[in-house]
């Protein structure tokens, strides 16, 4: 699992940051590619990249304000161009499908591929065999959400010890063992899955938010989060501002980091007001609340582990 930050900017572009979006690749599964916003130009973000449209499989977006959605019908439209032909599932707020539907029809765009979007609300969204995603509601100028990806346990290893102890021979037949509750072996032995593997390994889970003010009711929702990426677009002492702005200041977000006990914080969407030496003190603010923050920058990507 890696996220890939292709726009960490707030509102505008500026020369160092784009604005928002940011792509989850889910590696285990040949190249699964999920993005979280598309701000304007973030096809021009991808050019500089590995990362391959024709792989990307769902589109999260958090809110509708045009620093997060100019740049979605031009992705979606260059995909059908670059042989994307696997279908593609958009999820965001209320007005979502206007949008699309009416960009898509007014510039003539047709896409070879299958395009599916649902309007979400708080609570839980899908989950397919290996992840469950659920929507929080945060608090904005528009309707904004943040989304909360959990990886579900996965097996445990299987024990050696075990195995031989049960006269099971290493070869071919211990991935059956392990893919099937039950075996039986050829000397007419059934050998039971749980009997010989290790304790399950533990999924991870990921909370990457849309803008919204400080939000401490939330440090139950994250609990122990593996990584939170949230907004910081203003510097501490801009706290006034912040809350009319409905965004967060970068103190704000460490407190809530630390407060939900969180392994990492990635601050992001970052006002152009502040760079160079002013981002070394944006961090600084952060560390001195929660040490493990690190402050994205385009093209920054984080493994996780
Ligand atoms: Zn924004
Ligand atoms: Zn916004």
Known sequence: MELFFLGTG???????????SLVLRLLEKSGRTWVFDCGEATQHQILSTNIRPRRIEKIFITHLHGDHIYGLPGLLSSR?????????????????????????????????????????????LFEDEAYEVEAVKLQHGLKSFGYLIKEKDKLGELRPDRLKELGVQPGPI???????????????????????????????????LGDT???????????????????????SEEEAMAHDYFHSTVKQAAQLAKQAN????????????????????????????????????????????
């Open 80 to 124: 059908s161009f670059q042989g994307g032909e696997t279908p593609v599932t958009v999820y965001g707020p209320s007005g979502l499908k206007d949008y699309i539907e009416i960009s898509l029809s007014i510039s003539g765009t047709r896409l070879k591929y299958p395009l599916y979007i649902e309007e979400v609300d708080e609570g839980f």
């Open 213 to 235: 003010r400080y939000m401490p009711e939330l440090k139950e929702k994250l609990s122990e989060v593996d990584v939170l990426v949230h907004e910081a677009t203003f510097a």
């Open 174 to 208: 211990y991935q059956e063992i392990k893919e099937q509750e039950k075996t039986t072996l050829e000397n007419g032995r059934t050998i039971y899955r749980d009997e010989v593997l290790g304790p399950p390994k533990k999924g991870r889970k990921l909370a990457i």
């Open 10 to 20: 707030s509102g505008v572009p500026s020369k160092e940051r784009n604005v928002s």
């Open 262 to 305: 969180v392994q990492e914080l990635i601050l992001t969407h970052i006002s152009s007001r502040y760079h160079g030496e002013a981002v070394k003190q944006l961090e600084r603010e952060a560390n001195t609340i929660f040490d493990r923050t690190t402050i994205a920058f385009d093209f920054y990507q984080h493994h996780i582990k």
